[in-house]
């Protein structure tokens, strides 16, 4: 129900726009965060953005070089990854829940989130 697009293949220090676009239904009333699952590796919580686009969250590690938003008009939310590293590389879903959580644990628990869909590879060259 959410199709993750924009992905590739980018040098190290390069970057990429990840767009999220649902189909059947609408998710302006959702708040919709990004995850990234890695070769081998457990899925990791990248951002979330409130259903208003006014606060947002992110994992340390991309703080100050990702940055979440959305346009409502266009039902899209979006990932500008900058400064990427090889460590980035990963599969990019993004997922939508109804409650914009106050406790940054829940922010980042995938159980959070009730609507998920398939994502989009991003590979990041040294």
């Known amino acids: 129900q959410l199709q993750a697009s924009g992905g590739g293949l980018v040098q190290a220090g390069g970057s990429l726009r990840l767009s999220c676009v649902p189909s059947?239904?609408?998710?302006?009333?959702?708040?919709i965060a990004w995850f990234r699952q890695a070769p081998g590796k457990e899925r990791e919580f990248v951002a979330v953005i409130d259903r208003s686009g006014s606060s947002t969250f992110y994992v340390d590690s991309v703080k100050g070089r990702f940055t979440i938003s959305r346009d409502n008009a266009k039902n899209t939310v979006y990932l500008q990854m900058n400064s990427l590293k090889p460590e980035d590389t990963a599969i990019y879903s993004c997922?939508?829940?109804?409650?914009?959580?106050?406790?940054?644990?829940?922010?980042?628990?995938?159980?959070?989130?009730?609507?998920w869909g398939q994502g989009t590879l991003v590979t990041v060259s040294s």
């Open positions: 997922a939508a829940g109804p409650t914009y959580y106050s406790s940054s644990n829940y922010k980042m628990r995938p159980g959070t989130y009730n609507y």
């Open positions: 059947g239904r609408t998710f302006s009333t959702y708040a």
